[in-house]
């Protein structure tokens, strides 16, 4: 199994950030910020009734969607934006696996091009969800 460079993963529980870190959170497209990691983001800077985007010390991605994919306009938008800004390091959580009711399987997959950013983190389940997928391919 490929091996998980710990240095990439998201820590378990996020506490306090560097000035340069952004916290990356799953959120609602009304922007109410109430439960999960969306209401601790509200302690760096996330913003009532901004449902997507850079606010604060903070990334919203919006998942709460019947489906995953509708998801993934949001996801390119956030890895577009992370390219943009390399001085800054995304501590990404587990979108859309909490109150949304999405699985890493259904999630991970949308972050596969973030992966190989060096200033983006995920969650241990995606990066392991990725390297399982990443060993099932045809050589």
Same mark, same amino acid.
């Given at each position: 199994?490929? *091996? @998980? &460079? ?6 378990? $529980?996020?506490? %306090?950030?560097? #000035?340069?870190?952004? /916290? ?45 994919? *509708? @998801? &993934? ?6 890895? $577009?934006?992370? %390219?943009?800004? #390399?001085?800054?390091? /995304? ?32 969650p241990r389940r ?14």
């Amino acid at each position: 199994m490929n *091996e @998980i &460079r710990t240095e990439n993963v998201t820590p378990d $529980r996020i506490t %306090r950030l560097e #000035p340069d870190e952004i /916290f990356v959170f799953g959120s609602n497209l009304a922007g109410h910020h109430g439960g999960g990691a969306a209401r601790q983001a509200m302690e760096w800077g996330a913003r009532w009734g901004q449902g997507s985007g850079l606010q604060g010390q903070t990334y919203a991605i919006p998942t709460m969607f019947e489906e995953a994919d *509708e @998801i &993934r306009p949001y996801v390119d938008e956030f890895i $577009r934006f992370a %390219r943009e800004h #390399p001085e800054k390091h /995304f501590l990404v959580t587990e979108i859309g696996c909490g109150i949304a009711g999405f699985s890493p399987e259904e999630i991970a997959p949308l972050f596969r091009e973030a992966a190989e950013m060096e200033n983006v983190r995920l969650p241990r389940r995606f990066r392991q969800v990725l390297a399982r997928s990443q060993e099932a391919k045809p050589s």
